[in-house]
């Protein structure tokens, strides 16, 4: 039976990913058995306090372990956390050995979407694949750098260090988790009696791009913003990069620095997301859209908008423009 402890951080956790990932694998045991088998896990709630107070104290959790008592366990959850993320690292720092200890002892690690970065915290994703809620993703990019961030992905596995998106795609993988410890026959019962669609793997389509901003490079932001204002434009990075008298070496270092992007690549999300509101708004062909964006190649921005979005212009509208598709 697989010992798997549910952290409760002191600062403000996500409750729903918590009680979610409790009722899952709680009802991965019951079904066992129901079907005459072993419980596949003991399910604990760790803590370094009594009682958590949740979403300004209407609510509150009761850890049944504190975190001293747990010497060894088998799988660590880490929920969610509110957006201050500095605040949270700070106020969790005590978890953090506690959870690289465990690990070095032969458990799996599992953080449930912006959990990432407590779990960064402790240094156990560096040089590794994460993901995260797609909002917290430049935050995260600037925070951990050595940290190989696939925001596009739904869940992560690398040398038993699990991640996922962002909000309720927490439930994909426990589900996942579910499968690997219990197999496909509970993962399949669990997915139908709480309505989770099984196995999907990219939440690009439901990525809203903004471009962090949060940073004191002025000739930078002003760049972001000369970006997104044209862009109906063909711009050339190079001479952007000359409107600020910056080389363009120093200018795409400086751009990474700030947004987590290259110019290009920021220029290209930009552009996805004004053509993904009038795809889901309008009722432009693809063509006359994609030229509204400053795209003549139908190839090229086709290739760019599935890389950025994971579907095509046509899936995306066909799943985000009902009107339209009438």
């Keep these: 039976m697989k010992h798997v402890s549910i952290l409760i951080p002191e600062e403000d956790p996500n409750l729903s990913t918590i009680v979610g990932s409790y009722k899952i694998l709680d009802r991965a045991n019951k079904y066992l058995a129901n079907n005459g088998k072993k419980p596949a896990f003991t399910i604990q709630l760790v803590g370094n306090s009594k009682k958590v107070s949740v979403h300004e104290g209407l609510f509150s959790i009761h850890p049944n372990a504190a975190l001293s008592q747990v010497k060894k366990t088998n799988l660590i959850i880490i929920p969610a956390i509110k957006s ?3 605040a949270s690292i700070k106020g969790n720092k005590d978890l953090f050995p506690w959870i690289a200890a465990r690990y070095k002892q032969g458990a799996e690690v599992a953080s449930m979407c912006t959990g990432a970065f407590l779990l960064a915290s402790t240094g156990l994703l560096k040089g590794k694949i994460c993901s995260t809620h797609w909002i917290a993703s430049d935050a995260f990019a600037k925070m951990f ?33 579910v499968e690997k410890y219990c197999g496909r026959e509970v993962a ?17 389509q439901f990525t809203i791009f903004s471009g962090l901003k949060d940073h004191q490079d002025a000739a930078i932001k002003k760049a972001q913003l000369y970006i997104e204002k044209h862009v109906s434009e063909k711009i050339s990075i190079g001479e952007l990069a000359g409107q600020f008298a910056i080389g363009r070496r120093n200018f795409d270092r400086r751009f990474i620095k700030a947004t987590a992007n290259t110019p290009v690549e ?6 996805m997301e004004a053509a993904k509101r009038k795809l889901e708004s309008s009722r432009e062909t693809v063509d006359e859209i994609m030229y509204s964006v400053s795209y003549s190649d139908s190839k090229a921005f086709r290739t760019v908008f599935k890389k950025v979005t994971g579907l095509s212009p046509l899936e995306y509208r066909n799943k985000y423009n009902k009107e339209a598709v009438a």
């Design 266 to 271: 920021y220029m290209q999300k930009v552009k």
């Design 84 to 86: 201050n993320y500095t």
């Design 188 to 204: 399949v019962y669990c997915s139908k009696v709480f309505e989770v669609d099984i196995d999907r793997q990219t939440q690009s």
């Design 145 to 177: 750098p050595d940290v190989n961030l696939v925001t596009d992905r739904v869940i992560t596995d690398e040398h038993g260090i699990y991640t996922n998106g962002g909000a309720y795609s927490f439930l994909h993988l426990l589900l996942y988790l």
